[in-house]
Nanobody, 121 residues
Framework: VQLQASGGGLVQPGGSLRLSCAASGSIVSINDMGWYRQAPGNRRELVAVISSDGSTNYADSMKGRFTISRDNAKNTVYLQMDSLKAEDTAVYYC????????????????WGQGTLVTVSS
């Protein structure tokens, strides 16, 4: 199973970006999918998570500015980021709890490679 993240880049304060993360491989189903971020010198922190039934949870500092969504048919999770601030600058990682069948039915947690978001004027 691989997670491929995309959509990062340079944006001015107050701007918007949309991140995408597609899971591929031998997938039976996907439970929670989420986004995390890590700024230089900081620990990786939760941004938002979405369950398979669409329930969402956000870090307090992202509520009202970021929106997480998913397309189960495409095994893809999205993060719409609006009203971006300089402090949102970080590498953003996607994560998925994937049900796989080999060598037996079980759940593994997978990470994407990270995509850099830079908010600067």
């Amino acid at each position: 199973v691989q997670l491929q993240a995309s959509g990062g880049g340079l944006v001015q304060p107050g701007g918007s970006l949309r991140l995408s993360c597609a899971a591929s491989g031998s997938i039976v189903s996907i439970n929670d999918m989420g986004w995390y971020r890590q700024a230089p010198g900081n620990r990786r922190e939760l941004v938002a998570v979405i369950s398979s039934d669409g329930s969402t949870n956000y870090a307090d500092s992202m509520k009202g500015r970021f929106t997480i969504s998913r397309d189960n048919a495409k095994n893809t999770v999205y993060l719409q980021m609006d009203s971006l601030k300089a402090e949102d600058t970080a590498v953003y990682y996607c994560n998925a709890d994937v049900v796989v069948s080999s060598p037996y039915l079980h759940i593994n947690s997978y990470w994407g490679q990270g995509t850099l978001v830079t908010v600067s004027s």
